[in-house]
């Protein structure tokens, strides 16, 4: 059974950086790791992912150049990194996992609370 936990959210002023962990039980090296955000009102996003195996990353336009996605396979944990932040990163961070080759996140956390204040 997979299990995701999330840690790290927090208050950050704007300009300030933040670290976001997933420990991961139960996933493989056939795994890709997403991250997700949802805003208040908003419907949830995709923010960035790595595959397990080989360490590919992906990010949506909107984080590019300011996050940085990554994984330590000996703690089955993967990190995002947030630098730069802006009010428009204030969201619920969600870690997510999804077989690689197929479409759909079926394993999701539980959710970490980020606030960036301007």
């Known amino acids: 059974q997979i299990q995701l936990v999330e840690s790290g959210g927090g208050l950050v002023q704007a300009g300030g950086s933040l670290r976001l962990s997933c420990a991961a039980s139960?996933?493989?090296?056939?795994?890709?790791l997403g991250w997700f955000r949802q805003a208040p009102g908003k419907e949830r996003e995709f923010v960035a992912a790595i595959y397990w195996s080989a360490s590919s990353t992906a990010y949506a336009d909107s984080v590019k150049g300011r996050f940085t996605v990554s994984r330590d396979a000996r703690t089955n944990t993967a990190y995002l990194q947030m630098n730069n932040m802006t009010p428009e990163d204030t969201a619920v961070y969600y870690c997510a996992a999804k077989w690689r080759g197929t479409t759909d996140y079926v394993h999701w956390g539980r959710g970490t609370q980020v606030t960036v204040s301007s």
């Open positions: 139960g996933t493989s090296t056939n795994y890709v």
